[in-house]
């Protein structure tokens, strides 16, 4: 019997068996990915106030198309009042072919303490990666798009109408590597209408721990050029997140 069960380790521990299943193994590549980051702040004692943010982004990426969905909240409060409360939609759906790629965009806000409390975008037009390869990546885009902006009602215009504009929308979105695991993004927005003109600018640094988490720094400034009386044109929003990246 001991002979058998010799054999039979011996079998299992051959070179041919190791063939079947190399130790440095690794699972292909999948098409879809997706992140999930929140941060959370409470201070109690002589203030009390909490603030949250989230983000969760989903990516299907193939070789020939590339969806893209973008969900983030935003919401603060003290002891008396909740005092932000925000929340994006970002959706983008995009057709490669050897020069560069076309795409349809939507980008939805509903903001209760902001200048404009629904702001909705719709655009589409040409893509193309200006730089492409494994340590930094530049992708330009331009097209037209649509605006709708509702502005936040205030004692002089207690019901204010919303603003509809034809826009130019023009985009970059820059990835750099600057370490086998830290990494810097900034996306900077720029949309011009006959009525109003925005630029945004999303910059992100992250720092992976361990595995798929990593540490997330996260700073996101808006002007808008025509704002509601009382309101300012600059909203900038910092976050501090832990961030999960799985596919």
Do not use: H
Request: proline share 4%; hydrophobic share 30%; aromatic share 12%.
């Amino acid at each position: 019997m001991s002979r058998i069960l010799t054999a039979a380790l011996a079998l299992s521990c051959s070179p041919a068996a190791f063939a079947l299943v190399p130790p440095d193994y690794q699972e292909p590549p999948s098409d879809f990915t997706a992140e999930i980051e929140a941060g959370f702040q409470l201070n109690t004692g002589n203030t009390e106030s909490s603030s949250f943010n989230g983000r969760t982004k989903l990516v299907y990426d193939t070789d020939s198309t590339r969806q893209e969905a973008t969900i983030k909240g935003y919401f603060a409060a003290d002891d008396e009042k909740t005092t932000s409360e925000k929340y994006d939609l970002q959706l983008q759906s995009s057709y490669k072919f050897y020069s560069g790629y076309v795409f349809g965009r939507g980008d939805f806000t509903w903001d209760k303490f902001g200048s404009y409390t629904r702001v909705s975008t719709i655009s589409g037009g040409y893509g193309f990666d200006a730089i492409s390869n494994s340590s930094t990546k530049l992708s330009l885009e331009v097209g037209p798009g649509y605006r709708y902006n509702l502005p936040i009602s205030t004692d002089n215009i207690p019901n204010p109408e919303a603003n509809k504009d034809v826009i130019l929308r023009t985009a970059a979105k820059f990835e750099q590597k600057l370490q086998e695991y830290t990494s810097l993004n900034a996306d900077l927005t720029s949309e011009v209408g006959e009525d109003n003109n925005t630029l945004t600018l999303d910059m992100s640094y992250k720092n992976t721990l361990f595995q798929d988490w990593a540490f997330k720094i996260g700073v996101n400034i808006k002007y808008t050029q025509v704002v509601p009386e009382g309101s300012k044109q600059t909203d900038t929003i910092t976050t501090f997140n832990l961030l999960y990246t799985f596919q």
